[in-house]
């Protein structure tokens, strides 16, 4: 199965910052890499899919960089809104594997 | 709108089973693929299951293959999960979603807000 490593594990920020989240793949995962936010007592919500294109709705602060094995989500400047936990999947072979998670809370 | 609603969560003792469920309804169920994702409590995200728009393709993660079957019915427009030898680290939230292309089974772009499932002695 294909590892996915994320980090940091968390990280503290205040509104306006920019903030930076990466994905590690333990192989080549081409595009196929997807991100969801997840506040608690809430299902996941689906951000970003195939690297880089945003779901509807989704604000242009949230971006992607990368391709293969090291992928980055960023947020360009932190709103309150955002403040909650990110993960990645990567969708490029079964078993479908998740990140650990990132959690963002406020400074 | 677009709704999942999962239901069948309940205290269960190691070693038994269980049958989730989840209904859908706001969009075309029998065109798309379905997923089964589980969240242990306080941690992160684990991917169950996966079953293709028209039930011919599933797939599993390693930690329940063979005690897990994902099952659909179209002409009810639902999803199933049928867990055999519960075990204690089974416990979780268990949440249904769908996939985002039609007749894929990818990633999920809609959840729905989870049963809870509790395996104890």
């Known amino acids: 199965a294909i590892q996915m490593t994320q980090s940091p594990a968390s990280l503290s920020a205040s509104v306006g910052d920019r903030v930076t989240i990466t994905c590690r793949a333990s192989?080549?995962?081409?595009?196929?890499l997807s991100w969801y936010q997840q506040k608690p007592g809430t299902a996941p919500k689906l951000l970003i899919y195939?690297?880089?294109s945003l779901q509807s709705g989704v604000p242009s602060r949230f971006s992607v960089s990368g391709f293969g094995t090291d992928i980055t989500l960023t947020i360009s400047s932190l709103q309150p809104e955002d403040f909650a936990t990110y993960y990645c999947?990567?969708?490029?072979?079964?078993?479908?594997?998740f990140g650990g998670g990132t959690k963002v809370d406020i400074k | 709108q677009m709704q999942l609603v999962e239901s069948g969560g309940g205290v269960v003792q190691p070693g038994r089973s269980l049958r989730l469920s989840c209904a859908a309804s706001?969009?075309?169920?029998?065109?798309?693929?379905m997923h089964w994702v589980r969240q242990a409590p306080g941690k992160g995200l684990e991917w169950v299951a996966v079953?293709?728009?028209?039930?011919?393709?599933?797939k599993y993660a390693d930690s329940v293959k063979g005690r897990f079957t994902i099952s659909r019915d179209n002409s009810k427009n639902t999803l199933h999960l049928q867990m055999n030898s519960l075990r204690v680290d089974d416990t979780a939230v268990y949440y249904c979603?769908?996939?985002?292309?039609?007749?894929?089974?990818?990633?999920?772009?809609?959840w729905g807000q989870g049963t809870r499932v509790t395996v104890s002695s």
């Open positions: 079953i293709s728009y028209d039930g011919t393709n599933e």
């Open positions: 999947l990567q969708d490029h072979n079964y078993p479908l594997t």
């Open positions: 195939a690297a880089s």
């Open positions: 192989q080549g995962i081409r595009n196929d």
């Open positions: 706001g969009f075309t169920f029998d065109i798309y693929g």
């Open positions: 979603a769908k996939d985002w292309r039609i007749r894929g089974i990818g990633l999920m772009d809609y």
